[in-house]
């Protein structure tokens, strides 16, 4: 069979129209957060970013069940940098793209590990909660308590080799070298492993690669519920929590002022249209408000912190100031654009 050549264009036209490259270059009229979307996880399996995307696919279902489920899409990379930079320039993105950030991701960006990108270079949409940092050790590990980790940093801190996500700079790299500053050493001197994500680093500490973790609290109890011989030491938060952590001190209980949280949320593309990204934080605003979003929360191993628009922008901006500071404090090398 044989087809006009002007016939054999419009099929290819509508089969290019049912059949996008990806999720994200959808173009559906009227609100994209009705339409099918795509939330981007910028790491391996198993961590944080993971969790956030799951959290807005059940979050945006429960408010709006007839809408397409949010669907989920790895792009491991530098812990977000690549997923950032593509987003950044245009290789990526749409008002269908969302990409999961944390409080890490603000600490690379203000180091310009993120490429020569500014903050201005997304369109951050929403926290949904935030997490805070654990330190996590094996079942197995002679260290009960957090001194008894800084006892051994103390002794010689080059022989505790931690393991986590990101190089040096990143916010559990971080996490550990205030650890051995704890300790009164110097955290050049700390033996640091980078995975591609909490779930390796996790699955590392499980099979005794690495001797301590200082991950998310989130991501640790995933692990542990799946099975993990993992045993926390520490939450770095203001106050215990209850539920999975019943039961684990904080730092500073334990003689470490040590607090860090990681919020987690979404970002979009700078050029999606401004309608386009007010369509989205109304989403999110609705959902994170709605009466089950709390134990929806909770069953994803957050705390309350949900922020949108100018309030999350100034949010943004004050965490990148902050993170400058720790990062001079610490030492890190601060790339410049």
């Not at 393991?163 to 550990?176: E, H, I, N, R």
Request: aromatic share 8%; hydrophobic share 45%; net charge positive.
């Amino acid at each position: 069979m044989h087809l006009h050549p002007n016939r054999r264009h419009a099929l290819r036209a509508l089969a290019a129209t049912l059949m996008p490259s990806s999720l994200g270059a959808i173009a559906a009229p009227g609100d994209p957060s009705e339409a099918a979307a795509e939330c981007v996880i910028p790491a391996k399996a198993g961590g944080g970013f993971a969790l956030t995307c799951a959290l807005a696919r059940d979050a945006l279902q429960a408010v709006r069940p007839a809408r397409p489920p949010l669907a989920q899409r790895y792009l491991p990379g530098g812990i977000g940098a690549v997923a950032f930079d593509r987003i950044a320039t245009g290789r990526l993105g749409g008002p269908g793209t969302l990409v999961a950030f944390s409080s890490g991701s603000l600490l690379n960006l203000s180091q310009g590990r993120f490429g020569p990108h500014p903050p201005s270079a997304v369109r951050w949409i929403a926290t949904l909660g935030t997490d805070y940092g654990v330190v996590a050790v094996h079942r197995d590990s002679p260290w009960k308590r957090l001194q008894d980790l800084i006892g051994a940093l103390r002794q010689d801190a080059s022989r505790i080799v931690f393991g986590a996500g990101g190089t040096v700079g990143s916010q559990d790299w971080v996490k550990a070298a205030l650890l051995v500053r704890a300790a009164e050493r110097d955290p050049k001197a700390m033996r640091f492993v980078s995975f591609e994500g909490g779930g390796d680093a996790l699955g590392a500490l499980q099979g005794k690669h690495v001797d301590a973790f200082p991950g998310d609290a989130a991501e640790a109890l995933q692990a542990m519920a799946g099975g993990a011989a993992v045993r926390l030491l520490a939450v770095l938060s203001e106050n215990r929590f209850g539920g999975a952590l019943t039961g684990v001190p904080t730092a500073r209980e334990q003689g470490i002022d040590l607090v860090w949280p990681t919020v987690r949320g979404l970002y979009l593309s700078a050029d999606v249209p401004e309608a386009a990204a007010r369509a989205w934080a109304a989403a999110f605003a609705e959902a994170t408000a709605a009466p089950g979003y709390a134990a929806l929360r909770e069953r994803h191993g957050l705390y309350p912190f949900a922020l949108t628009g100018a309030a999350l922008d100034d949010y943004v901006q004050a965490r990148i100031r902050a993170y400058r500071q720790l990062a001079d404090e610490l030492g890190l090398r601060r790339w410049k654009p």
